[in-house]
């Protein structure tokens, strides 16, 4: 029924979504069956969980009560998910990132990609606008055209962390975060996975009420970055509302979280049950944990971190740095400097900077050498 030109194609699928968007299609009280099975059901799955944000993007802080922000339990999520969903026979799992690191949105979606993988959850937590906090319960989104407000503004939030990432108006080709136009540019190519995108996204919701016991906000529409650049069914979950202090609460306990993991992994695993072939006894995949790892290498520029200055001279040994090695000592004008690392990539750099922070090294900084002369770090990077 929906056969169509090229010629035309764009018009018709937006008012598609449109009409979607006003029968309100995607109540998630609505049984989605998937209209549209693959052909060939795959022999191995590959499941690519995206833990939000990361680094120095803490995402949400939510009430200020707690140390910990949406980066931490969307971690933590994460990779209990991981743990669990590795465990079915010939399903692989891989993380955009494992650790407290920030792979930037582009090459979260690079990666993604170029895994194949069968699955793409974005796991996040949700902050109401303002001070009311009142708002509370777990959504989950598939890429889409929204006209409503609160929509918007969850999309608008989390496509907002680009403009943390350097370069940002040349990587994203003048995206605008805050521009309904921009996000409305996002809508392509995902049509061929909505209906797949929309079902995970019913048996996750589904699962946030029966087992997690979570106010169900639904499924829903709207245009993220990330959801629009992974060529494969692709949801953004929102466990809940870290503006809402007693769900923040359940998010932060361990509790909480494995509720949370629980109802993910009885959905994915349901998802998986019926797009793989399981009549393959045999099992095709070891356990395998990926991360992104991105690059940016600088020819000819070498990258350190700075670590202390002092007029004492110490062993380059790891005791003496806080178990970080790799250390190298410069001598200037009777002042010595130790440094972590030495690499032309930026990207690795930037990981190990953050590493030593961790470390307790609070104000190091990264620092930059052509052919064995410092030079700024703004010129290193032009
Ligand atoms: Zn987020």
């Not at 090459?107 to 895994?115: D, M, P, S």
């Not at 793409?120 to 708002?135: D, E, L, V």
């Not at 499924?219 to 993220?224: E, H, I, T």
Request: with cysteine; proline share 3%; hydrophobic share 30%.
């Amino acid at each position: 029924m929906y056969k169509m030109t090229k010629i035309g194609y764009m018009k018709n699928y937006f008012s598609i979504l449109l009409i979607i968007c006003v029968v309100n299609f995607l109540s998630a009280s609505e049984d989605t069956k998937t209209k549209n099975d693959p052909p060939t059901k795959k022999k191995a799955f590959v499941v690519m969980i995206d833990p939000g944000h990361g680094g120095r993007d803490t995402g949400t802080p939510g009430t200020g009560r707690y140390k910990t922000t949406e980066k931490d339990i969307a971690l933590d999520v994460s990779l209990a998910l991981g743990k669990m969903l590795k465990k079915i026979p010939n399903v692989k799992v891989i993380y955009t990132r494992t650790k407290d690191t920030y792979p930037t949105l582009q090459n979260r979606a690079i990666v993604t990609n170029k895994k194949k993988a069968d699955l793409f959850i974005s796991i996040h937590c949700n902050a109401q606008p303002g001070k009311k906090g009142t708002a509370y319960g777990s959504e989950t989104f598939v890429l889409g055209l929204s006209k409503n407000k609160a929509n918007l503004e969850v999309a608008k939030r989390e496509n907002s962390v680009i403009l943390m990432e350097d370069n940002y108006e040349e990587t994203y080709g003048g995206f605008d975060p805050s521009s309904p136009e921009s996000l409305i540019s996002l809508i392509i190519m995902q049509e061929e996975y909505l209906d797949q995108s929309i079902e995970i996204a019913s048996y996750i919701q589904k699962e946030f009420k029966t087992t997690g016991k979570r106010k169900d906000r639904g499924v829903k529409q709207a245009g993220f970055w990330v959801l629009s650049k992974t060529y494969m069914p692709s949801v953004l979950v929102e466990l809940g509302f870290l503006t809402h202090k007693k769900e923040e609460d359940f998010l932060n306990s361990k509790k909480g979280k494995s509720v949370m993991t629980k109802s993910l992994y009885n959905a994915v695993k349901k998802y998986i049950s019926l797009h793989m072939d399981t009549s393959n006894e045999e099992e095709i995949t070891e356990e395998e944990t990926e991360e992104v790892k991105t690059s940016k290498v600088y020819k000819g520029i070498t990258f350190k971190v700075q670590l202390a200055a002092s007029s004492k001279k110490m062993a380059t040994k790891s005791y003496n740095f806080k178990g970080l090695d790799q250390i190298s000592r410069e001598k200037v004008n009777k002042i010595y400097r130790y440094f972590y690392g030495k690499t032309s990539d930026y990207e690795e750099i930037k990981r190990m900077k953050e590493e030593a922070v961790r470390k307790g090294y609070k104000d190091c900084y990264i620092v930059a050498y052509k052919k064995g002369t410092k030079i700024s770090l703004a010129e290193a990077l032009k």
